[in-house]
Nanobody
Framework: QVQLQESGPGLVKPSQTLSLTCTVS??????????WSWIRQSPGKGLEWMGV???????YYSSSLKSRTSISRDTSKNQFSLQLSSVTPEDTAVYYC???????????WGKGTLVTVSS
């Protein structure tokens, strides 16, 4: 059973960079054809897909966040990470990491971590 756990600071100041890490257990992040995403939910809003890194390291980003978002991975630690630069209070949200095994199978979700952007 694949499990995901987000980690990182719960409070970030405006204009700084938000950094989160997702640690994956129960399976390698390099397994074909998994795709590992970051999704967030701001207070009172729906889920927003931010970007993905695939099993072979290819990345894709939301067009609305592309200029501020970077997703990377550390295969030796079986982790993938999110960096969101120049944050504002509007970036306050619960951030989730997910794993999509493909073939129409259900996603795996982390429990989510609340990040508040405030001075």
């Amino acid at each position: 059973q694949v499990q995901l756990q987000e980690s990182g600071p719960g409070l970030v100041k405006p204009s700084q960079t938000l950094s989160l890490t997702c640690t994956v257990s129960g399976g390698s992040i390099t397994i074909s054809y998994y795709a590992w995403s970051w999704i967030r939910q701001s207070p009172g809003k729906g889920l927003e897909w931010m970007g993905v890194i695939t099993y072979d390291g290819t990345t894709y980003y939301s067009s609305s966040l592309k200029s501020r978002t970077s997703i990377s991975r550390d295969t030796s630690k079986n982790q993938f990470s999110l960096q969101l630069s120049s944050v504002t209070p509007e970036d306050t949200a619960v951030y989730y990491c997910t794993g999509d095994p493909g073939a129409g199978l259900d996603y795996y979700w982390g429990k989510g971590t609340l990040v508040t952007v405030s001075s």
